[in-house]
Each structure stands twice: as C-alpha cells, then as structure tokens.
C-alpha cells in the first residue's frame, strides 16, 4: 500500500529565511505532484516531477525529486509572507489505478 | 476560465436526509475525481470517471454514489447523510489520467455539515 508521509506537518518561519519540506512515499513511484491551499481555498498545482533528479524551480520555490530515495523536497528561499499556505505532496504509484495518493500537508506560517 | 465548477458551496444536512453535489469542467477533460478533505489527513479519493458513462471506486466510495451522463458533468450523491460524512469535497478533472503533464484542476469546494 502507498503512503506519504510530509515533515514537518507545520512550520512557523520569519522572511527572510530558508527552509525546506519533505515528502516520503513508500513504494516506487516516477510521479509526484506538488500542490499549494490557501485557507479556505481551492488547490493549486505548483510542480509535475515525472523522473528521478527532476528540479522545478518557480519564484522562491524549488522541488525536487530522488526516485531511488522515493523523497521530494520543497525548498523556499529567502521566504515572504505570500507564500503562507498548506502545501501537498501527491503520488501515483503503479498500480494505484489512477489514484493520488496524498500527504496530510505542511501548513506554513511565514511572518514579517 | 470558468474551469471547475462546484454547486453548492456550502450545505447543511440533517442526518438521514440525502443531496447531490454537482461538478462541472470546460476543459473538455476525460478525467474526473471526487475527493474529501479532512483536518490533517489530505485528500482521499471518493468516486473518479475515466469517461463519459464510467465510474470506479476510490479510497474512500462507501456512502456515496456517482454519476457521469456528460462529460463535462460528475454528480456526487450522498443517498442518507451521516455525520462522519462532514467534510469539505473537491471536485478535480485532468486530461487523460493524473500522469506526465497532466496535473488535476480543482474546483472551490463544498463544505459539508451533517447534523
């Protein structure tokens, strides 16, 4: 069965810093998805990782994946109060029939 | 853009009473989900359509049944509501399936309370 595991679950940073999120899944996947909410809000697709060493950059963000490792990452850089929200990480495994699989999210608190 | 689109935004039930939720892309994708979302557990996958006239179960199908007539159309029904079915429900379509390119939009939501 596939799971994914994000860490840290919440995260309250200052701008200015860097930091990063960590998705975990548990069998072998080549598609992962990144996903942002604001609060109350709809889903928004930020990054498609389709193979092993895929780096997608965006503003202030950055994703990644290692298939062999089955990890991806969400870097912020130099973090502003904008990019406050709840991010997802979104799986498909083989066999998983066309489901995604989804992380319980990171919900992060930047402040001025 | 209209995208997707979900009717109704918000809706209280009574327990036992039933309601259709309805979602509606212009994209002309093939693909539609339902989901639910609950305080720190993700999306889970209720019902999906590869197509016009097709339906599968997800994670979660139990209590809840769909229909796909058009389309552009994916109605989500709860047939006697249960308060462990308060929720909020997104509605996603993507061309073809949630694989290379092709990521999930999402509608805005329905909150769902079950008294």
């Known amino acids: 069965e596939l799971k994914v595991e994000q860490n840290p679950l919440f995260l309250s940073m200052q701008e200015g810093k860097n930091y990063t999120i960590y998705c975990n899944y548990s069998?072998?996947?080549?598609?992962l998805y990144w996903y942002r909410q604001d609060p109350g809000k709809s889903l928004e697709s930020l990054f498609v990782?389709?193979?092993n060493g895929a780096v997608k950059q965006e503003g202030r963000l950055m994703a990644s994946l290692d298939t062999k490792a089955r990890l991806s990452t969400l870097h912020i850089t130099a973090a502003v109060h904008d990019l406050s929200a709840t991010y997802f990480c979104?799986?498909?495994?083989?066999?998983?029939?066309?489901?995604?699989?989804w992380g319980a999210g990171t919900k992060l608190i930047i402040k001025p | 853009n209209a995208g997707v689109t979900q009717t109704p935004k918000f809706r209280v039930l009574k327990t036992g009473q039933s309601m259709t939720l309805l979602c509606a892309q212009d994209m002309n994708h093939e693909y539609m989900y339902w989901y639910r979302q609950d305080p720190g557990m993700g999306l889970r996958l209720i019902h999906y359509s590869v197509g016009e006239g097709t339906t599968a179960k997800g994670e979660v199908p139990d209590g809840y049944n769909v229909s796909r007539l058009k389309k552009q159309n994916f109605l989500l029904g709860l047939e006697s509501a249960a308060p462990s079915q308060t929720s909020v429900y997104f509605c996603a379509s993507s061309y073809q399936r949630q694989q290379m390119n092709t990521e999930a939009f999402f509608g805005q939501g329905t909150r769902l309370t079950v008294v």
């Open positions: 979104a799986v498909v495994g083989p066999d998983s029939n066309y489901q995604l699989i």
């Open positions: 069998t072998t996947s080549d598609r």
């Open positions: 990782l389709l193979s």
